[in-house]
């Protein structure tokens, strides 16, 4: 791996972590290149984010306090934060020196900007053989729309996911957060690690092509193979997921409302039973997930009745005892209060503009080298000195740099 400078003065020595040793630039703003690298800097990557000098946007988005976002702590954790004037040539040639010390760079910027600057992969790696390039784009480095914008909301439809998401007949709905962009950012994280692993045979880089609507087609199951073998087109289903029955969502006598999956076939007749109806359970007629299909209306009237004379827990307790998938929907509050979300460490507490705040830990657990939290998002520009001394930058140029406006 590419020699580190390490992170020093701010945290004691952590565990081993499984990324170590690897040194990420991280070149891009929002949510889907930022994301990639919070998962690597979990792990143990050094991620030295080049921020404009105007800093990364979403330092100010949403929520904040004093003027930073809350966000802006968890998804610039572990980092290192450099400003670099990109508009430049000054800021270029040292965003240049940086990457040919790395092992890794994750870019989002729109196809062809890296190449108006000078920095072009191929470039690079002619004097940083082994260099990963990580490029995230709304639908990648080709193609006819690969230079298009491409947002996580546009993506998200052009994928599908859109299309098959809310109730028939009502207008597409979405959920309450980018999820485009963060697996995209997953997808370039796992494709960088790839990478790597091939990498440490050829000890040649080479370049991950992730685009947005691609990670989110990734996610979109049979609806291909569907739509070419039988013809058809998967609709929206409201609370419910076509050809599975019963699993659905149902309201409560308080109000409140209980996922229940009762698609298999023991699990069916045990919850049948706990809702009061066993012929329901003992019918052939629905016997099989095909038969239920044909009958979901049926069963999910008498699994509403059922629901809508009990509490949410009375329903969970019930059904924990007949041992069928069941839960609650949960806002934050409630997911912050759980005892298995505690059991399970799924918070971390860091302290943030001197006071302490909590950020969600970021799954998978590894029983030996785990990630961990060891700082918050860092202030605008915190880490210009330490990192760019360590290409060779002088005190004196520093300065000229700042009095430059470089960064």
């Not at 590419?2 to 690897?22: F, I, N």
């Not at 109806?277 to 209306?297: F, I, Q, T």
């Not at 880490?383 to 009095?403: K, T």
Request: proline share 7%.
């Amino acid at each position: 791996m590419a020699e580190s400078a390490r992170h020093t003065g701010e945290m004691s020595e952590a565990p081993k972590k499984p990324l170590d040793g690897v040194r990420v630039i991280e070149m891009g703003q929002l949510l889907a290149g930022p994301f990639c690298g919070t998962l690597l800097a979990y792990y143990g990557a050094e991620v030295i984010k080049i921020e404009p000098r105007g800093g990364d946007p979403i330092r100010t988005w949403r929520e904040t306090r004093d003027g930073v976002s809350y966000w802006w702590y968890s998804l610039g954790r572990n980092k290192k934060s450099v400003t670099l004037d990109l508009k430049s040539e000054k800021g270029r040639e040292l965003a240049r020196r940086l990457i040919l010390t790395a092992d890794v760079l994750i870019e989002n910027f729109r196809p062809g900007t890296l190449e108006k600057w000078g920095l072009t992969p191929e470039g690079l790696r002619e004097e940083n053989p082994g260099l990963v390039v990580s490029r995230i784009s709304g639908y990648g480095q080709t193609g006819p729309l690969a230079s298009r914008p491409g947002y996580a909301s546009v993506c998200e439809g052009f994928a599908g996911l859109r299309y098959v998401n809310g109730f028939p007949g009502e207008r597409p709905v979405r959920p309450n957060l980018s999820l485009g962009d963060s697996l995209s950012g997953l997808h370039a994280a796992f494709g960088i690690l790839l990478a790597l692993v091939e990498r440490s045979q050829s000890r040649s880089g080479q370049d991950v092509d992730v685009a947005i609507f691609e990670s989110v087609y990734n996610m979109m199951e049979a609806v291909v193979p569907e739509y070419d073998g039988a013809g058809v087109v998967r609709e929206p289903s409201g609370s419910t997921i076509t050809g599975i029955v019963p699993t659905n969502t149902y309201l409560c006598k308080d109000g409140r409302y209980v996922i229940i999956g009762g698609n298999g076939e023991s699990i069916y007749k045990r919850l049948m039973r706990a809702a009061g109806r066993p012929e329901m359970a003992d019918d052939p007629k629905y016997a099989g997930n095909a038969n239920r299909v044909e009958r979901e209306d049926e069963i999910d009237e008498a699994l509403t009745e059922w629901t809508q004379s009990l509490t949410l827990e009375e329903v969970l307790e019930a059904l924990r005892e007949a041992q069928v998938p069941s839960g609650p929907i949960y806002s934050v509050r409630e997911m912050m209060e759980d005892p298995q979300y505690q059991a399970r460490d799924l918070f971390e507490t860091v302290r943030a503009g001197g006071q302490p705040l909590k950020v969600p830990a970021i799954v998978p657990k590894l029983s030996r080298t785990p990630g961990a939290t060891e700082w918050p998002g860092p202030e605008l520009g915190q880490h210009n000195d330490v990192v760019l001394e360590s290409i060779g930058v002088s005190a004196q140029e520093l300065e000229q740099l700042r009095q430059d406006e470089v960064i």
